[in-house]
């Protein structure tokens, strides 16, 4: 019956996963969405740079060894290719230079716009970076005079190695990086990478201006006429994590920094040549100050004007993480432009030379180092800053550093998960603006969707995308869809609309954005009308058919068995704490806001988890009940069938040890019977030769003897052990010995009829063969005498305390007669045996012994 069961299973599991599947694929396709893997892509990987003209909704993706072009408008059709790769010849020699030959290929990083509808494309090219024009007319790479690909150095402008952090941006035409610049990525430039030779220009190799920095992203913002009537230059912003050289602490501290350079930058006459003269930078805090929590390394930023046109409503939202934290944590903080203006425009912080604190420096030159040039300055006779004074740019070269730093707390915390990118829309328009919708992508290839309303987050979807081992490495946002990019896949998905939420419950926790749930389209629908005062997520939950709301949650009903491990999902995104709810005896653990509960008959009952959170205009955190808990014994448990179950195993094992008992005393009566019968007649020997023969087999048993005694005791059996420093003590005998391989599991030492390991890794195979002597049954008679002779001991005792010479003298004789009795007949019953051939030893003692010495 249960192979029956078993085959039908198998039939029918094909079948659901089909049924999931198709089921899957409809929901993406009623949505519009898409989602493109290996079937489309066939032998490309690695896809780590997306490129996408809007005007068109092509996107370019670059890959190892090719370039894709894939149409978000018709995402059926196959993407175009073009194949980029290395020479074998050239493959050979970066192996040989101590790189992997997955390394040792052409990934694409760079991809951006050339003015002739043209694409800069440079790839890692075996640890020999290198650039070539695509043409977009003819979608191929510009042909030298040879017919190869036209190629120029790609050196500071793409990274050596394919895993390496870097980030680059195009200013009218000019490219802007941030990479290392030499084959063993110990060297880091921030540089402007194209444009006349002269005018080609990157950071002082000091540690006061880069050290060890992991590049995120840069942005380019141009400063509109109409709203920059000083006439000031165009910006580009560089952001990265370093090693802080401000902090003399025994580890190294990492900082988020935001560093700034001005696009008419030319460098110093003499002072700073081809060297940046505006380089400044200034620390990124991202931190909750209720708790003290902050988090300090920087993953992805997302740039976004919150008013069209407008370039200083520009705003920075930052993906962090924390160096302090062991496990999973992710956090969103946002910056303004203004802020960060702010910072570079105050004081700059500075190291003396004969001590170790940081001081504010006096007096500033003039004009102010690592400024901007503006009409101000032009009409002072600096057209450009191959003229400012060297005083000027001595100060901003051992400077670069700002004394202020740009704070912000955190939107949201979410601890267990790790976010790898975001992208982020806003909800409502101008001044109407309700809310923030984050699309977060994950490191298991899913795509969440957090709503921030004032102060509050609220989680409305969780997407899988990918498989959990392909993260999210990119997000784009265009005409309300999101493209979402894994090395191995590219999706299409819905980002914009309250259609989104499917159900009446997630369109209310997104009442904030200005959804609301119409009972007759039983749809989500956008809502004009402002909401009420109050909880407005609290109210939508209400309205829908459930008590539930997001501070009142209903309570969870689980049935559960003894013995479980569960893990009570609590889903905070605020960065306050979680408490929970429970019973007094309980054994239980929190990981993050979730609780692990280990289930016994005590820790039954309710649990709560209460965080806390802010509200709207409410600056100090309310508690706020997110999930409860009922747990409920299920019955029969499958605990106490487990429980069951070991005790038939130990009554079996009980079973067996009695009838190999009665077994052997049988045997042993019929041995000692025999020897009896062919010795009939004859009397016990002399007493003084059975007194030594019972002291020997009691010492045998009491006392572990020499190397060269056969007692297994002593040889095979030994009760501790020591493997690898670590002492291993047996207590009990193991019957069957484990197939070992030379690890932990093969240190067992089987009984006297076990079946021993020959080869376990150890090459003590004749240590096995030891085992099997007919020593073995040596163990077994030893302990036997030794039992029967503390038995006969004790009745010696007695009879001592009894005071009588004559019983006690009688007692002696027969206890040592007694004693020679079962001594020779349990030495007839070992020759006995001894002559089965399954008993016989394959060599002689001594040679065993040696060979397990």
Not at 362 to 369: K, L, N, Q, S
Not at 590 to 596: F, R, V
Not at 687 to 711: C, F, H, I, V, Y
Request: proline share 6%; net charge negative.
């Amino acid at each position: 019956m249960r192979m029956a069961l078993s085959a039908a299973m198998l039939i029918l599991l094909p079948v659901c996963c089909l049924l999931c599947a198709g089921s899957w694929a409809a929901t993406l396709s009623e949505l519009g969405d898409t989602i493109l893997g290996q079937d489309t892509f066939t032998d490309v990987a690695n896809f780590s740079t997306f490129l996408l003209d809007r005007s068109s909704g092509m996107l370019f993706l670059g890959a190892r060894d090719a370039i894709l072009a894939v149409d978000t408008n018709k995402m059926n059709q196959p993407p175009h290719k073009i194949i980029w790769d290395v020479p074998e010849e050239k493959r050979k020699s970066c192996v040989a230079k101590g790189k992997t030959e997955v390394d040792c290929n052409n990934y694409i990083r760079l991809l951006e716009f050339l003015p002739g509808r043209r694409i800069y494309v440079c790839g890692t090219y075996a640890f020999d970076p290198q650039c070539a024009f695509l043409e977009l007319s003819s979608f191929s790479l510009e042909k030298a005079e040879d017919g190869g690909v036209k190629m120029e150095t790609g050196k500071g402008k793409c990274p050596f190695e394919p895993s390496q952090h870097y980030t680059a941006v195009m200013a009218d035409g000019l490219l802007y990086t941030a990479a290392t610049s030499n084959f063993l990525g110990t060297l880091f430039d921030i540089s402007r990478a194209t444009g006349p030779e002269q005018e080609r220009i990157r950071t002082e190799q000091s540690i006061n201006w880069l050290s060890d920095p992991e590049f995120v992203s840069s942005a380019f913002i141009a400063e509109s006429a109409e709203r920059n009537p000083s006439g000031d230059d165009d910006k580009i912003y560089f952001f990265f994590t370093e090693v802080a050289k401000e902090y003399d602490l025994y580890t190294k501290v990492k900082v988020p920094r935001v560093a700034r350079v001005c696009k008419s930058d030319l460098g110093g006459m003499k002072t700073l040549q081809r060297r940046w003269t505006t380089f400044l930078k200034a620390q990124l805090v991202c931190e909750d100050k209720p708790s003290g929590q902050r988090y300090n390394i920087l993953t992805d930023v997302f740039t976004m004007k919150h008013t069209p046109g407008d370039p200083s409503s520009t705003h920075f939202y930052g993906l962090f993480t924390s160096q302090w934290e062991n496990e999973e944590l992710s956090a969103v903080c946002v910056f303004s432009l203004s802020d960060i203006s702010k910072v570079m425009d105050g004081p700059f912080k500075e190291r003396k030379k004969t001590c170790e604190t940081w001081i504010n420096p006096e007096p500033v030159p003039t004009p102010r180092p690592g400024q901007c040039l503006n009409s101000a300055l032009k009409a002072e006779g600096f057209e450009s800053s191959l003229k400012l004074p060297d005083k000027v740019l001595t100060f901003v070269r051992d400077h670069p550093l700002m004394e202020n730093s740009v704070n912000a707390a955190p939107l949201l915390v979410r601890k267990g998960i790790r976010y790898t990118k975001l992208a982020v829309t806003l909800t409502g328009n101008g001044d109407e603006r309700r809310g923030t919708l984050l699309h977060l992508g994950t490191d298991h290839g899913e795509l969440h969707r957090v709503a921030v309303v004032s102060q509050n987050a609220t989680l409305l979807q969780e997407i899988p995308l990918f498989k959990p081992q392909e993260p999210v490495n990119n997000i784009l946002l265009h005409k309300g869809r999101a493209l979402v990019g894994s090395p191995l896949s590219l999706a299409r998905v819905q980002a914009e609309g309250c259609d989104l939420y499917p159900s009446c419950e997630v369109c209310a926790r997104a009442r904030g954005l200005g959804c609301v749930w119409s009972t007759k389209e039983e749809a989500c629908r956008l809502s004009t009308a402002e909401p009420g005062p109050g909880d407005v997520v609290d109210v939508a939950l209400r309205k829908c058919q459930t008590e539930e709301g997001r501070c009142t949650p209903s309570i969870r009903e689980l049935r559960v068995s003894l013995g479980l491990r569960l893990l009570l999902p609590c889903i905070q995104l605020s960065p306050r704490p979680c408490s929970w709810e429970h019973p007094p005896h309980r054994h239980t653990r929190q990981h993050h806001s979730d609780l692990e509960v280990t289930v016994t008959s005590e820790s039954v009952g309710k649990y709560v988890c209460t965080c806390q959170e802010g509200g709207p205009g409410i600056i100090d955190p309310t508690p706020c009940r997110r999930a409860a808990y009922q747990l409920t014994l299920e019955g029969p448990t499958a605990g106490t069938m487990a429980a069951a179950g070991g005790r038939h195993v130990l009554a079996i094992y009980i079973l067996f040890f009695c009838v190999g008992f009665l077994l052997g005393v049988f045997l042993l009566l019929f041995v000692t019977r025999r020897r009896s019968i062919s010795n009939h007649g004859h009397h016990l020997p002399d007493n003084s030769l059975s007194s030594e023969k019972g002291r020997d087999l009691l010492g045998s048993s009491a006392t572990p003897q020499s190397p060269s005694s056969a007692s297994l005791l002593s040889e095979g059996f030994r009760l501790t052990e020591k493997r690898n420093g670590t002492a291993t003590t047996t207590t009990t005998t193991t019957f069957l010995s484990s197939p070992g391989n030379g690890g932990p599991h093969s240190n067992s030492y089987s009984g006297a009829l076990s079946n021993s390991n020959s080869s376990n890794g150890h090459r003590n195979s004749l240590y096995g063969n030891c085992n099997r002597s007919s020593s073995g049954l040596k163990f077994t008679s030893e302990i036997l005498a030794a039992d029967m002779l503390d038995g006969r001991t004790g009745e010696r005792e007695r009879v001592r305390h009894d005071g009588e010479e004559r019983e006690s003298g009688e007692g002696d004789e027969v206890d040592e007669g007694l004693g020679d009795g079962i001594g020779e007949g349990i030495q007839g019953l070992e020759e006995e045996i001894a002559r089965f051939p399954m008993f016989k030893s394959p060599a002689p003692l001594a040679k065993c012994e040696e060979s397990s010495i």
